[in-house]
């Protein structure tokens, strides 16, 4: 079996796949990616058992039909130092050929019946988001869960949908970030559903979409989600486990409301970031008329005030946060977005508000007696 490729797209396709592989596994024939060759196309398959990925290559010339499993992490290293454009394949039983100019590489490989299968996408009744919305609400959302929890619901991504919203949440109990977006539907669908899913296959929905224009399809099941984005197919097992009901969190009456521009904000909070220890990460945020001013101070490291103005005329109110979360929230803003935070007082929860379908929750630092 012979297959000639572009470089680059056998190199963009294996690295979209390889976010599936999983490094460390029992099973070392999870280390491959699988290539089948049918009909003039070629698709490339992964998966670590809880998640799986198959994704269509637009482009291969090629007379035959087949199936070989690719070495992944040692043909990507191929690939990335060779510079030809073509890259060309010979497979034999037990060997696979590559060749690459007047560079030539046989690496041996494993018999791709024994790798398990990743079912294509099969639903005729789904969820519809584009790629845009899509992507923004993962991308507000993710790093907000805990990233210390991978089988529990708290290390996942809760999704809800019905056939004309999703919402988005994610929290680690000390914050909370939730988004709305607007959805569609396609065949028959009326329910709405809530899940959990998994962190790692939620990075890799976000990359695998394309285009801001891209119709991305969603199918849960029981126990399991099948998306279609583009020439990509995603399959993952779900998170058990309740997740909390982030709806009590989000506080309804915010007597105070401070404006603030997402660029300058973020770079106030970084410089305040760099006076603090693993030991003393708290920040004091002090909000005065026409003024707030971030205080840090941290044994052997020493202090910092760092301030700028903001349009506020009520009364002094200091809050401490972790300012790692704050500067979290403000990195995935445009820097010129003009957020919205709602304070309640120094001990209670607060909420920032980017228009009405994006709201982040952080608890307070405990002041030391």
Known sequence: MQLKFKRDVLAGALQTVAGVVPSRTPKDILKNTKLVIESGSAMLMATDLEIGMRYQIPEVETGSTGEVLLPTARLMQILREVTVDEIVLNVNEDLLEVQAGQSEFRLPVEDPREFPDVAPF??????????????????????????????????????????????????????????????GTQGEVSETRSIVVPRKAMTLIE????????????????????????????????????????RDVLPSDVPISVDLVAGPFHNLVRQSQIVTSDESRGVDFVFTPGTVTLKSQAADVGQSKVEMPIDYDGDELA???????????????????????????????????????????????????
């Open 319 to 369: 809050i401490m946060f972790d300012p790692r979360f704050v500067a979290e929230f403000l990195r995935v803003l445009e820097p010129e977005t003009t957020i919205q935070l709602g304070l309640i007082g120094g001990e209670d929860p607060a909420v920032f508000r980017c228009e009405e379908e994006y709201k982040y929750v952080i608890m307070p630092l405990a002041r030391d007696a």
């Open 207 to 246: 990359r695998s979409i394309e285009g801001d224009d891209a119709e991305i399809l969603l199918a849960p099941g029981d126990n399991e989600i099948t998306v279609r984005s583009g020439n990509c197919m995603i399959y993952s097992r779900l998170v058990e486990g309740r997740f909390p009901n982030f």
């Open 122 to 183: 099969s639903a005729e009744a789904c969820y519809a988001i584009s790629g845009q919305a899509l992507r923004q609400a993962i991308r507000r959302v993710i790093f907000a869960a805990d990233d210390e929890s991978t089988r529990y619901a708290l290390g996942g991504i809760f999704v809800e949908m019905a056939p004309t919203q999703m919402v988005l949440a994610a929290t680690d109990s000390r914050r909370l970030a939730v988004m709305e977006a607007v959805s």
